[in-house]
């Protein structure tokens, strides 16, 4: 009887630190998709400020 309580105690050991396992997996794709997301949107925006720093230039040149 004392073995089956000890080794209930190790599973649900297991079990609790499985889950912690997954949570931190799931907080870091989380994390890794906004840092995705927000250097996206960066780019974008300095693409798209880029190309109006080019059209005022090359209307200069003309």
Same mark, same amino acid.
């Given at each position: 009887?004392?073995?089956?309580? *000890?080794? %209930? %105690?190790?599973?649900?050991k297991r079990? *609790?630190?499985?889950?912690? %396992?997954?949570?931190? *997996?799931? #907080? ?7 840092i995705k997301?927000?250097?996206?949107? &960066? *780019?974008? #925006? ?8 080019? %059209?005022?230039?090359?209307?200069? &040149?003309?």
């Amino acid at each position: 009887m004392e073995k089956l309580k *000890i080794k %209930e %105690e190790v599973l649900n050991k297991r079990i *609790i630190e499985s889950f912690i %396992e997954i949570d931190k *997996i799931k #907080e870091q794709k989380v994390v890794s998709l906004f840092i995705k997301i927000i250097v996206a949107a &960066t *780019i974008q #925006e300095f693409y798209e400020k880029g190309n109006k720093i080019s %059209e005022v230039q090359s209307d200069w &040149t003309e």
